[in-house]
């Protein structure tokens, strides 16, 4: 009888025992960290590159190490930033540093966070991304590209480089310009200039051998080639260049549980306010450079920037009537347009 009690007992153990397997093994399956890869074209120690290690260590923080990202710098996944829409879209990584710059071939309304002479703040501009830039692009690139925007990444200020400081609409007449892009190149063919692209690897010789005479670029891009070698002044025009994208494959986000969805969202709201104060501190390193290596440092007169942003306003006018009403909805909530 006893041996009989005892076979029973261990029975009903067993029982027990195999209907807490599923259990243990959900509760170990919950407590396992997901994991995502994350593609940034830009290197590690660049400024997009210390904004990627930054947001990356605040979802690590803020998930309780829940949500691990693994980072590829410098294109190191193996796409390059015009293949980044197909390459979300597809689920080949789970979130990236997207240049909008590098999309407008593929998306010509990422041309919208790239217009040259809209605003002269990091605040105003910051304000226009937020407020109009992301919910309209958003509208789109979710359905058409699987691909969901969580923060804005802001490019730099600008100044114009030359042997000369540029001071009157004449000093434009003639002057063998390198602009970064097509609207460029047609705001400074309204001015009377030359413009001409050139890859950026090979600014610096252009320059050099006059090849081109003077170049409006980012006051960041310029101190890392030290425009100062072959330039001699900086005369600060101040627009903001636009804004890149911190962003997710919209399925690698819909799978997370909702508490780290809103760990993201908020990672992405704060990666937008920090970035903006590190573009701010970037500048004024690059300025501090500037007058280190003696450049002549002056401002654009304002009737000259007038007549920049009277120009500009035409050609987004011209750009918006070809990339169609997404666009002028862009330009009209902006409040670059009536």
């Not at 660049?46 to 290690?53: D, I, L, N, P």
């Not at 002044?233 to 909702?258: E, R």
């Not at 007058?291 to 050609?315: G, H, I, W, Y």
Request: hydrophobic content about 45%; aromatic content about 10%.
């Amino acid at each position: 009888m006893k041996s009989k009690r005892i076979g029973f007992f261990a029975f009903a153990i067993l029982l027990v025992g195999i209907s807490l397997l599923p259990a243990a093994a959900s509760s170990q399956a919950a407590d396992k960290p997901m994991k995502w890869v994350l593609s940034t074209p830009f290197g590690s120690e660049s400024y997009g590159g210390k904004g990627v290690a930054w947001i990356i260590d605040r979802i690590n923080d803020t998930s309780g190490g829940r949500l691990l990202i693994e980072p590829y710098f410098a294109g190191s996944l193996g796409y390059k930033s015009p293949e980044y829409l197909k390459s979300i879209k597809d689920g080949l990584m789970d979130m990236a540093e997207f240049s909008s710059p590098h999309a407008t071939g593929t998306e010509p309304i990422f041309g919208a966070c790239v217009l040259p002479f809209t605003f002269f703040s990091y605040e105003d501009f910051l304000d226009f991304a937020q407020r109009v830039l992301v919910p309209n692009i958003s509208q789109m690139v979710e359905k058409k590209w699987n691909m969901k925007i969580i923060g804005v990444v802001m490019y730099p200020r600008t100044a114009f480089y030359g042997k000369k400081s540029i001071q009157t609409l004449d000093d434009f007449k003639g002057l063998k310009v390198r602009v970064m892009g097509k609207l460029d190149s047609m705001i400074f063919k309204k001015l009377g200039a030359e413009p001409t692209y050139i890859p950026f690897e090979d600014l610096y010789t252009a320059l050099q051998r006059g090849v081109v005479q003077a170049m409006p670029n980012s006051l960041t891009a310029a101190a890392d080639i030290k425009v100062w070698e072959v330039c001699s002044h900086a005369t600060m025009i101040g627009y903001v260049i636009g804004c890149g994208f911190m962003v997710v494959n919209k399925t690698s986000f819909d799978a997370l549980p909702p508490d780290l969805q809103k760990v993201v969202l908020e990672s992405g709201e704060a990666y937008s306010k920090h970035m903006k104060q590190e573009i701010t501190k970037e500048s004024d390193i690059a300025m501090e450079k500037y007058r280190q290596n003696k450049m002549v440092l002056t401002d654009m007169p304002q009737p000259v920037l007038d007549a920049f942003q009277s120009a500009a306003q035409e050609v987004w006018v011209e750009w918006a009537k070809e990339t169609g009403p997404m666009a002028e909805k862009i330009l009209k909530e902006g409040g670059l347009v009536k």
